[in-house]
């Protein structure tokens, strides 16, 4: 393998079928105090871990928590905001509860503050009217409650 391909700055292992993500020097990943406060009670649950696959994924965690800022969101004023949830009305009678968050806190109803659905409502307020490009067309929602 040519030596272009290969790091010896970053001998990083894939964990578990994913990398290990770090962040750019001097970027940090934002993440809630809640979020936080999960992935340190996930490293203190693998410390001390014997078997390969825990390590691996122990390397993981500990690889995250120096990658992130904690931001803990602010008050509710009706706005979205990183760490807000939100409530969604769509156009075909569907509601959806989300909340934005940190993209290693993302899943189930929390979504990553870089998604498009996220980015989307960003700044906008309770009562808003949304559109989002989905891969089936564009998509309207009404901004119920933020909280």
Not at 36 to 53: M, T, W
Not at 100 to 115: H, K, P, R, T, Y
């Amino acid at each position: 393998m040519s030596k272009a391909f290969t790091s010896e700055e970053t001998p990083d292992e894939p964990v578990l079928g994913r990398p290990v993500q770090r962040a750019a020097p001097g970027q940090e990943r934002p993440m809630t105090p809640e979020g936080y406060q999960a992935l340190l009670a996930e490293r203190d649950r693998l410390l001390g871990a014997q078997s390969d696959e825990l390590k691996h994924k122990l390397a993981l965690v500990k690889a995250t928590l120096e990658s992130v800022r904690v931001v803990t969101p602010p008050p509710p004023d009706g706005t979205v905001r990183f760490g807000s949830t939100v409530t969604l009305a769509w156009d075909d009678g569907r509601s959806q509860v989300v909340r934005l968050v940190g993209v290693d806190e993302a899943g189930g109803q929390n979504i990553s503050v870089e998604a498009p659905l996220a980015r989307t409502l960003l700044e906008q307020k309770e009562g808003d009217e949304v559109e989002v490009v989905r891969p089936r067309g564009v998509a309207s929602a009404r901004l119920v409650r933020v909280e």
